[in-house]
């Protein structure tokens, strides 16, 4: 069978640049704190990388601190800030955010204390891009890293998170993007690594597998890339809207991330869909990947005001650069053909 991959919201394939940054990461013995000639070499790459990942996030000039991920980078910059937030953010998130802020039934968060709050800049479930408000404290800007163009210097955002296996990086590596000169208390103690934010010998092969898929992913979004993504998730919409008229799709009419479509069928659960089109050779998810093996109505469609059979019924496709037409239109076919034979035996 030829599977088809269609859960990059999840995490992504490991960009081929990322590969071979690492690889030749491993031949580099030193520890990046040593001051000689190969711990010289160690802190090359980290500060390569470093510098690609600003570029390529329009952060020149802002501070970029290396975590294990976006959760650890939630800690660091939330904990015991008792910052607001909204029932729609990632888990990591929710962890440490007084949740308090409002969700709109089309999916957008009304902030009135920016410099009190945390918004994501986009969601992983929905794909729905948010309008950050200037003098915002924290952005968890994950999902939208790689697929949106971003210019951090432009967002007028005091931090934000970032993660490289959700643009092509390797998965346990990620950063916080930072203005110059921001007080950030370090949570991990020790060394002093990391300007004394973060420390602990630095992950020098998943920096430099960071820094090259950051560079990468750049180069996919000025090349239009993501818009051919995005034609293919719009005609995937549409293919799937013409078969089905009791499919709700959510964010429809908002700004979305160019590669997700969230769709619910109320009473076929998300679960189950996800199940069958696995065995189908299709990989798609029923929400965040970081919440798998839970078996629950989505948190982010029950704050948007849909009914909890409805948000247990939706799933999330999201594309990634090499998807095809033909994979998406072969996803329609199939999927259709299942909600078919859901509805005969519900009927």
């Given at each position: 069978?030829?599977?088809?991959?269609?859960?990059?919201?999840?995490?992504?394939p490991?960009r081929?640049e990322?590969?071979?940054?690492?690889?030749?990461?491993?031949?580099?013995?030193?520890n990046?704190s040593?001051v000689?000639?190969e711990g010289?070499?160690a802190k090359a790459?980290?500060e390569?990388a470093?510098a690609?990942?600003a570029?390529?996030?329009?952060?020149?000039?802002a501070?970029?601190?290396?975590t294990?991920?976006s959760?650890?980078?939630?800690a660091?910059?939330?904990e015991?800030?008792g910052?607001?937030?909204a029932?729609?953010?990632?888990?990591?998130?929710?962890a440490?955010?007084?949740?308090d802020?409002?969700?709109?039934?089309?999916g957008m968060?009304a902030v009135?204390?920016p410099?009190?709050?945390?918004?994501?800049?986009?969601?992983s479930?929905?794909?729905i891009?948010?309008?950050?408000?200037?003098?915002?404290?924290?952005?968890?800007?994950?999902q939208a890293?790689?697929?949106?163009?971003?210019?951090?210097?432009?967002?007028?955002?005091?931090?934000?998170?970032?993660?490289a296996h959700?643009?092509?990086?390797?998965?346990g590596?990620?950063?916080v993007?930072?203005?110059?000169?921001?007080?950030?208390?370090?949570?991990?103690?020790g060394g002093?690594?990391?300007m004394?934010?973060?420390?602990?010998?630095e992950?020098?092969?998943?920096?430099?597998?960071?820094?090259?898929?950051?560079?990468?992913?750049?180069?996919?979004?000025?090349?239009?890339?993501?818009e051919?993504?995005?034609?293919?998730?719009?005609?995937?919409?549409?293919?799937?809207?013409a078969?089905s008229?009791?499919t709700?799709?959510v964010?429809?009419d908002q700004e979305?991330?160019p590669?997700t479509?969230?769709?619910?069928?109320?009473g076929?659960?998300g679960?189950t869909?996800?199940m069958?089109?696995?065995?189908?050779?299709?990989?798609?998810?029923?929400?965040?990947?970081?919440?798998?093996?839970?078996?629950r109505?989505?948190?982010?469609?029950t704050?948007?005001?849909?009914?909890?059979?409805?948000?247990?019924?939706?799933?999330r496709?999201?594309?990634?650069?090499?998807?095809?037409?033909?994979?998406?239109?072969r996803?329609?076919?199939?999927w259709?053909e299942?909600?078919?034979?859901?509805?005969?035996?519900?009927?």
């Open positions: 069978m030829n599977r088809i991959y269609l859960d990059h919201n999840a995490t992504t490991l081929p990322a590969r071979e940054a690492m690889i030749s990461a491993m031949e580099i013995c030193g990046p040593s000689h000639a010289r070499a790459l980290v390569r470093r690609q990942i570029a390529a996030f329009g952060a020149e000039g501070d970029v601190v290396f294990s991920g959760t650890e980078g939630a660091l910059t939330l015991g800030r910052l607001h937030g029932a729609i953010e990632h888990d990591a998130v929710r440490w955010a007084v949740e802020l409002s969700v709109s039934k089309e968060v009135s204390a410099d009190q709050s945390t918004l994501q800049y986009a969601n479930e929905t794909g891009v948010q309008s950050l408000p200037a003098g915002l404290a924290v952005t968890d800007a994950t890293f790689g697929k949106l163009p971003i210019a951090f210097n432009w967002l007028d955002t005091q931090m934000a998170l970032v993660s959700k643009l092509g990086g390797p998965k590596i990620g950063a993007v930072m203005k110059r000169g921001t007080d950030l208390p370090a949570r991990i103690k002093g690594q990391e004394g934010r973060r420390s602990g010998t992950n020098v092969i998943g920096i430099a597998g960071f820094g090259a898929a950051a560079d990468a992913a750049a180069r996919d979004l000025a090349n239009g890339v993501w051919q993504v995005k034609e293919f998730r719009n005609i995937l919409e549409k293919a799937l809207e078969g008229k009791s709700i799709f964010g429809k979305r991330l590669n479509l969230c769709f619910a069928t109320p076929w659960k679960e869909q996800v069958q089109m696995d065995l189908s050779g299709f990989a798609i998810s029923a929400g965040s990947a970081c919440s798998s093996g839970k078996v109505a989505s948190a982010v469609l704050a948007m005001g849909f009914d909890e059979v409805t948000a247990a019924s939706a799933i496709v999201s594309l990634g650069p090499a998807t095809t037409e033909e994979d998406v239109l996803f329609a076919e199939t259709l299942k909600e078919k034979k859901h509805r005969a035996r519900a009927a």
